[in-house]
């Protein structure tokens, strides 16, 4: 093994590191529970304390869990872990969690979701996070509804209002988020997102973000950093099917930078929110030096070319490579 990890550093590779065992101290989810273990993961977030002070964690062993987690708020820091033999993607995931709530059957958004994360001091790591509602209505994947949350080598799959970033500073980065409609969305948080996979479904029209930041003192802004935008795999877009975003309220905020921008994305770039509310005159949809077909056109009149592009510490702060949320190995 020394040999190979040399041979490797010679070539200026790098060994995929795994987490295949629970971390000390971390509560342990499988599907067929052994003592000590849960077979739920709500069961393993229902059996931690909300008052402690002291980091928790919950580790998952392979398997799909068909089930709503709720994660409510407490005092400690908490990260879940989901089994993979590669930490530095999504690539090798093999916790699922999946469920098929959408708002026509409950009363908001964030009770659609098949992960509601309102716990403070989250992180995720390497789990799938499926709502397999399908088109129709609202049906989230994640609601992340907390301040200082980060996601690391996840997948997000939905169709309307995958991903509800809402409140806070959170980071996702090295993921994956699918959708077709609104799929990144929410009204009040600071987001980064870095070198994650955008990917859009099959669709006559499409918009990926919906931000809805409602007034100028409000300190909303999603940043899409270093990233992809395409096609999922196995399904067909035409070109210029989807737009980089909408605006949800009128100060909505949103910037593509350094991103390869498929032909899924139209040469607008950027759409009004509705005829009679087009929600335009104070936004900023920025870009910067974004690359591909989907980067070239005559832009919205209401787009904003950046000359420069924005810093992570406008987002999440000039302390933020030492905040407990942020991982910063997975960052640009």
């Known amino acids: 093994m020394l040999l190979i990890a040399s041979l ?9 590191a795994s987490r295949t065992s629970a971390p000390s101290r971390a509560l342990v989810v499988s599907k067929s529970a052994t003592s000590g273990q849960y077979s739920s993961i709500q069961a393993a977030v229902d ?12 580790f998952i062993n392979p398997g799909t869990y068909t089930e709503q987690v709720y994660i409510p708020a407490r005092k400690a820091a908490l990260t879940i872990y989901g089994y993979t033999t590669d930490t530095s993607s999504y690539s090798s995931n093999q916790v699922t969690i999946t469920y098929g709530l959408s708002a026509l059957s409950v009363s908001s958004n964030d009770k659609t979701a098949t992960v509601r994360a309102w716990s403070a001091n989250f992180k ?3 789990i799938n996070v499926v709502n397999s509602y399908g088109k129709g209505s609202q049906a989230l994947a994640i609601s992340a509804s907390a301040t200082n949350q980060g996601y690391y080598g996840c997948k997000f799959f939905g169709y309307q209002d995958t991903v ?3 409140t806070g500073y959170q980071v996702f980065a090295k993921s994956l988020i699918q959708g077709a ?3 990144i969305f929410g009204q009040h948080a600071s987001t980064w997102f870095d070198q994650c996979d955008i990917r859009v479904v ?15 003192s409000d300190t909303s802004y999603y940043v899409i950093n270093n990233s992809t935008v395409a096609a999922a ?8 099917a989807f737009y980089l975003g909408r605006p949800w309220s009128q100060y909505a905020r949103v910037v593509f930078q350094e991103t390869s921008l498929s032909a899924v994305i139209n040469s607008v770039g950027w759409r ?4 009679s509310e087009p929600n335009t005159s104070d936004v900023l949809f920025g870009e910067y030096d974004n690359t591909g077909p989907g980067a070239s056109g005559t832009r919205a009149s209401f787009a904003t070319k950046l000359s420069s592009p924005v810093a992570i510490t406008k987002i999440l702060g000039n302390g933020y490579a030492s905040a407990t949320y942020v991982d910063t190995s997975y960052l640009s």
């Open 181 to 183: 409609t609104d799929f």
């Open 164 to 166: 509800l970033s809402e």
């Open 8 to 16: 490797f550093s010679l070539l200026g590779l790098a060994l995929a």
């Open 47 to 58: 059996a931690l304390s909300t008052t402690s002070t002291t980091a928790q964690a919950i």
């Open 272 to 275: 009004i929110w509705s005829t």
């Open 202 to 216: 099959t669709a006559s029209l499409g918009y990926i973000t919906a931000n809805g930041r409602s007034s100028s």
């Open 124 to 126: 995720m790591y390497n």
């Open 233 to 240: 795999s196995g399904n067909t877009v035409k070109a210029g």
